[in-house]
C-alpha cells in the first residue's frame, strides 16, 4: 500500500502583532532622547530645540489589499524620547494604508484622569502633565521648547486640546506585510518643524511662543493643532 502526503493550506493562519516606530525631526535633523534640547535650523532658518513633545495617537486603522479596514484597539502617548510602540495583535497579511487620530474621542476625553487598567496606562494618574482638568479634558499634544531669535532664546510652550482640536491622520499608500507570531514596525516620520511653519516667532510675534487650547493665546493652539496633518 502507498501512502501519499500533502500539504494542507492554511486558511487561519496565527495573528501577528503590529506596532509603530515614530521618528522625530526638526527639519532633517532626527531628535531623540540624545539631541533633547540641541538647537537645529529649520527652513524657515529659524533656530529651535525641543525639551518635550508628546500627543495621544488614538483611532488606529490599517488597511487590507481588499479595501476593509481593521481596527488596532490601543491609545499610544508618544514621546519625544521614545520611538518603539507595540500596538497590539492583528490579523497576519498583506497591508497597503494605515490611518489614526491625534487626540481623543469626546467619551476618553471627558472621562476622570485616574485609569488603574494596564490598557489605561497612557492615560493614568501618572500622566496629569497631559490632562488640562476637569470639564476640558486632556492635552491632545504638549510641546515645550525654545527659539533663538536674533541671538536671544525664548521659550515656546504649546498645549492643545478639545473635539474641535482631533485630527484625522491617513498617511500615503504603503505595502507591508504583518507574518504570523511576528512583531511588525511602520516608521513614521514626525516633523516639528513643519507643525511651527505657520506660527510667525519673531520678536513682534513673541506672544506666538505660548498657546494653550484653555489658557493663554487658545488662537495659537489652535493654528498648531490645525497643523498637525502637515507634520
Known amino acids: 500500500i502507498l501512502n501519499s502526503c500533502h500539504k494542507v493550506k492554511d486558511n487561519n493562519p496565527a495573528p501577528g502583532t503590529w506596532g509603530l516606530h515614530i521618528h522625530s525631526y526638526i527639519d532633517t535633523n532626527e ?54 510602540y507595540t500596538v497590539g495583535g492583528v490579523p497576519s497579511g498583506n497591508y497597503t494604508c494605515i490611518r489614526f487620530y491625534i487626540g481623543l474621542d469626546d467619551a476618553t476625553n471627558t472621562s476622570p484622569a485616574q485609569h488603574t487598567s494596564a490598557a489605561d496606562s497612557a492615560l493614568s494618574s501618572a500622566e496629569n502633565f497631559m490632562y488640562f482638568g476637569a470639564g476640558q479634558g486632556y492635552k491632545f499634544l504638549e510641546i515645550a521648547g ?23 491622520i491617513s498617511l500615503p499608500p504603503l505595502n507591508f506585510t504583518v507574518l504570523p507570531n511576528q512583531l511588525h514596525y511602520v516608521h513614521i516620520s514626525c516633523d516639528y518643524a513643519k507643525l511651527l511653519r505657520n506660527i510667525p516667532l519673531d520678536n513682534a510675534h513673541a506672544t506666538n511662543r505660548i498657546g494653550n487650547s484653555y489658557g493663554t493665546n487658545p488662537g495659537t493652539a489652535t493654528i498648531i493643532a490645525d497643523s498637525i496633518p502637515n507634520m
Do not use: H
Not at 529651535?48 to 488614538?58: I, N, R
Not at 531669535?149 to 484625522?168: C, E, F, P, V
Open 31 to 84: 531628535i531623540n532622547s540624545q539631541t533633547i534640547g540641541q538647537f537645529f535650523v529649520d527652513k524657515n532658518g529659524r533656530r529651535m530645540s525641543l525639551t518635550s513633545a508628546q500627543y495621544y495617537v488614538t483611532g488606529i486603522g490599517i488597511q487590507k489589499t481588499d479595501g476593509s479596514w481593521v481596527d488596532v484597539p490601543g491609545i499610544v502617548l508618544k514621546r519625544i524620547e521614545q520611538e518603539e
Open 146 to 168: 525654545s527659539v533663538n531669535i536674533g541671538g536671544t532664546i525664548d521659550t515656546i510652550s504649546y498645549q492643545t486640546g478639545g473635539s474641535a482640536n482631533r485630527k484625522l
